[in-house]
């Protein structure tokens, strides 16, 4: 995964290499640290572990997150934005390629089936557990609401592309459309918490209709059915 934060120039000449290698140090950790989390829980986060299967040292673990609670924090930020990340990422690749409005309206109706989706059900659901233990954690609520900016503003762009053209409305705020459109996707997760709803695809269509009149774009002639 390729992180959204943004990489700078030390004021006093370090490398941009240097800084993006870290990055990349930081984002293999957390990988790691993501998926112990995902099969055991925050309890299951022990340095020692982390190291071995990072091929890092407890020395690298403390500098770059200060201590355990630090590194959980961050891993259960990475977990709330990865997937979300990857999507923004593709979808932007996608807009920017657009020609015309009919080309964008395309690739905006395929974002919306994938992103309501059944395969990305255990992501959503990802999602709002980490919302969850954000209630209680302040450290981690701000770590989340950062991240969430981050991607906010980069999910923004594309939009502000689209805008330019006029494909769709000018009348609201990019970054606030991708905060809103984020939770509107974890609400899914609401018919989604006994498995497959039998009228899942009704909620879809509530959804990417809402979607659509707030984009002035035509809405799918007909919802992608879900299956398992």
């Excluded at 053209?165 to 000018?170: C, S, T």
């Amino acid at each position: 995964m390729i992180s959204l934060t943004k990489v700078r120039v030390h004021k006093y000449g370090g490398s941009v290499h240097a800084v993006a290698d870290s990055q990349l140090l930081r984002d293999q950790i957390l990988h790691v640290v993501a998926k112990i989390i995902d099969k055991g829980g925050e309890k299951a986060v022990r340095i020692r572990d982390v190291c071995v299967a990072s091929k890092t040292t407890p020395p690298t673990i403390y500098r770059i997150f200060g201590d355990r609670t630090g590194l959980i924090v961050a891993a259960q930020s990475y977990r709330f934005t990865l997937n979300q990340t990857v999507l923004i990422k593709d979808f932007a690749a996608a807009a920017y390629s657009a020609k015309n409005k009919s080309e964008f309206v395309k690739i905006a109706h395929q974002n919306l089936n994938l992103m309501f989706s059944l395969k990305r059900q255990d992501f959503r659901s990802m999602r709002l557990e980490v919302l969850g233990s954000a209630q209680s954690n302040k450290k981690l609520a701000v770590e989340i609401n950062n991240a969430q900016s981050i991607a906010n503003e980069f999910g923004a762009q594309p939009i502000r592309f689209a805008q330019a053209r006029g494909w769709i409305n000018d009348d609201f705020d990019p970054e606030i459309y991708i905060a809103w459109l984020t939770g509107m996707v974890n609400a899914r997760v609401i018919i989604e918490l006994n498995g497959k709803h039998p009228k899942s695809n009704e909620w879809d269509k509530i959804a990417m209709r809402s979607i659509c009149v707030v984009l002035d774009i035509p809405e799918p002639k007909k919802v992608k059915r879900i299956k398992n």
